[in-house]
């Protein structure tokens, strides 16, 4: 199995850009997971997603802040416009169970 | 509020034993995870804790009071490769997962 596959793996843009973020999980996982890491807040969770339907954003920022799951295989996590705050690595992570999450690499955004 | 503890920083040498504990304050609660994560890498899942006692996994070894609100991580035989940091996470209803802060474990020779 490839694992949970995540792009772009860098990103840089400037303030007011909108960013895009991908995520394919795991074939065969029904949820898929959002999380954000910075040194000053750790690792949060933003959303997350049960069969392709949202279950919990609470942890989602601001309206900046948005994501989607269209079908099984394809979620985008998007900031509009994105402030240099937003500065973090984005990760996403799947699982078919209660127990055990597979992370993907992450996405390191830079936001000038 | 919902919160877990865990020490910052821990140092050790190879081939010693370290224990990283964690203490939670949540609400939900069914089970305690333990990630490790090196540097500019990935979480990776180490264990899972659903019931009180201990379960072992090779030089790993994870353990659960419910009624102590209490957990830990032990790593026995150290080896370089064990340097990276450690978080331990409450599995909530709905298995969404709240993190510690992390505790980063430098092994040297």
């Known amino acids: 199995d490839a694992g949970v596959i995540q792009s772009p793996r860098h990103e840089v843009t400037e303030m007011g850009q909108e960013v895009t973020l991908r995520c394919k999980p795991i074939s065969g996982h029904d949820y898929l997971f959002w999380y954000r890491q910075t040194m000053m807040r750790g690792l949060e969770l933003l959303i997350y997603?049960?069969?392709?339907?949202?279950?919990?954003d609470s942890g989602m920022p601001e309206d900046r802040f948005s994501a989607k799951m269209p079908n099984a295989s394809f979620s985008t996590l998007k900031i509009q416009p994105s402030e240099p705050r937003d500065s973090a690595v984005y990760f996403c992570a799947s699982s078919s169970a209660r127990d055990t999450q597979y992370f993907g690499p992450g996405t390191r955004l830079t936001v000038l | 509020g919902q919160s877990l503890e865990q020490p910052s920083e821990v140092t050790a040498v190879e081939g010693a034993i370290v224990q990283i504990n964690c203490t939670y304050q949540t609400s939900g609660f069914y089970g305690l995870s333990w990630y490790q994560q090196h540097d500019g890498g990935a979480p990776t899942f180490l264990s899972y804790?659903?019931?009180?006692g201990l379960e072992e996994t090779g030089r790993f070894s994870s353990f659960l009071s419910r009624s102590d609100s209490y957990g830990y991580l032990l790593l026995q035989e150290l080896q370089m490769k064990d340097s990276a940091s450690y978080f331990c996470?409450?599995?909530?209803?709905?298995?969404?997962?709240?993190f510690g802060k992390g505790t980063t474990l430098s092994v040297s020779s």
């Open positions: 996470a409450v599995n909530q209803a709905g298995t969404a997962l709240i």
């Open positions: 997603f049960n069969n392709n339907v949202p279950i919990d």
């Open positions: 804790n659903a019931l009180d």
